[in-house]
């Protein structure tokens, strides 16, 4: 039990910053008793209860309510400004404190044993300690421009490892450690620290600058750090000095002398290559033969220069105006990791470093960009410079379609100069690109997820491709920006279900009436009804008619040609009794979904990139109407008149049917689109055929055949209640 304490015969204020132990010493050396005479006056144990040995409690790592309370009652000092003078407020931001040993954890956030200090400080402060020269990231004096000191010159040791002696009087500005070789009981160093020789920093250099802004971070450790990189919402101190350990070790361990020359004086950089030579301190219980490599990312250096130049570089980087800077400034580190044999992808430089904030992930990431394949440039969403990791987005699947949406599939293409595209299949490739975005799942797994049967090879080929050829810069831009909409907004169409439901039919629609349709239209040649049966399947599910069922599949080569001839000379009566017969087919399943629908993402986001092919919006419909001719057409000639590439007319024409038919049949084709509405008013409101002839700006005989074509019976003149008669 702690002895009652007593009031102390002075008052003796501490200083600005002091230390609790260099604050307790001063007031024994001023009262010229032994020290335990001052724990005793202040009711401190004289020992610490959870140790076998005669050890001092480390009050300035962490003292008890109790004890505050205790030195309060005695030297009149408020427990704020004592606990103040303790580690306990760096506590879970600068250091973590093992509170049942009282002691930093040196693994942690750099923790370190023992206090630099210096000398200068010393002199004029007559030996009075900062508790902040404890702390690991503290390694210059920005008052006297010096790096602080590590060792007593004397004896080699690191001060106030331990607490001062208890029967001793302290005697502040000299060094407490034991003599060397003194024996079992040895006496003190007693070397004057105020003439530890030190080196000098010029003012104003970015040594200094880095211990400044590290003092400010220190000042308010409850407060949020605002360095550059992490933004307006800024991060934890104990997240930013995370950030800043992790990339000081990887400086440390890989950076060359002549990667730091810009950064620091040769005195300094020399200092620190001596260091690195012999890492461990003279006191380490490890063996030489089993030092790690990186130990650095573990301890905490021993030497100040080590620590200036490890924080500055790694301030270098977190103190970039955003990612893409920051990736800039770390491309030259994860180079040299790279370098040194260890194969780095961007989640491999991460883990090199340890647990990371969002945002230097997201540097670290794209620091790799160019040295990755394009699929990891996908999954780690290095494009955007995202600060989210890869992460299972299988769920995307069901709002991909197999083949990427025809307007997306047309702008992300590459082209040879011929027009023709550089991969078969390119829209089933983009549809799975399209799911490895920001996704852990492998590239097997992904085709098998989007119902195509690509090969990963094909995959990997055409990203290859894009991120060789200057018009698709910024294809995987795209790709990530159009999975994000898809993630953050979702899709009206399952398009999983829609494969599950429909892959398995190979018939949509009653080809009776697919060719009673095309005797109306057309006088020559009629379309096979197969091609109608692939249009259903191709617009209900989103995937190629090749991977419908065999049945109904084209073969390759001439059978997919024509269909897909098929899809862009539709005429429009033909489109809205397909459109009609797959809508309906969805009303049978009572899927309450739209027949089609595109993603559509905010122009802003999208005009200043580089993509290979137009966009679709690009040539209005009306446009695309009025440059066709009546009759046949040239494809090739009509993308001249309209000065785009036939593959934008094409999808174009897929899109908006176009009545290209001569001017009789075209008169047909708006008689089989309005028979309907000419039956509804001939047979439910009674008008004659001459009213309706006149509605429609039509003549009589014209509506009298359509009607009789299509079975309706027509009535005897003056055959209902009511008919106006001419006179």
Known sequence: MSPTPRSLPIRYAPYLGEALDSWLEAVAARLSCPFTDVLSALGLPNRDPAAAALVLPRWTTLATPGELAA?????????????????????????VIVPEQRRVHRQLLWGRPGSRFCPACLEETGGRWQVTWRLGWTFACTRHHVLLADRCPACLRTPRLRSHPRREVPRPGLCSSAAPGGGPRPGRCHHPLADTPVTALAPGEALEKTQGLIDMA???PDQVVHWPLYGRGGVTLRLALRDVKSLGAL?????????????APAEVLDRLERYRTNPLSLRSQRHPDTRRSDVHSYFAPDDAAATAVAITAALRILCAAD???????????????????RPLYPAGVVSVGGTLSPALEAALRCSRESQIMPVYRLRHRTAIHSTRAPANHDARA??????????????LSPRHPNGRPVAKRTDELLAVACLLVGNTTSIQTATRLTGTNVTSHNVSTLLAEITRRSDCTDVLHALLLLADHLDQHGAPIDYARRRALFTKQTHFIDPRCWRDLQRRLRSNHHPDVAHAQRWIFHTLTGSPPHLAHPGLAPAAGAPRQQYQRFRWRILPAEADLLTHTAQALLDEHGISEPLRWTPRLRAL??????????????????QLHQAVPGGDFSIAQLARTLNTTTAHVICLLSQHPVDWSPPRFRRTQHTATRLEQWRTWYERDLLSLQDIADREGTSLATVRLALLKNGIALRPAGSYRGRPRNR
Do not use: C, F, K
């Open 71 to 95: 030195i309060t009652e005695a030297a009149g000092v408020p427990v704020d400004v004592l606990a103040a003078m303790t580690l306990q407020p760096y506590d879970g931001h600068a250091v």
């Open 218 to 220: 220190l000042a308010a």
């Open 251 to 263: 400086v440390l361990n890989h950076a060359t002398t002549a990667d730091l020359h810009p950064l």
């Open 323 to 341: 990612i893409p800077a920051a990736a800039d400034a770390a491309r030259w580190l994860t180079e040299r990791v790279a370098a040194s044999g």
């Open 398 to 411: 069901s709002m991909l379609p197999a083949g990427l949406w025809p307007e997306w599939a047309l702008r």
């Open 605 to 622: 986001a999208l005009r200043h990139l580089t993509l290979p092919g137009p966009d679709l919006g690009s040539i209005t419909v009306t």
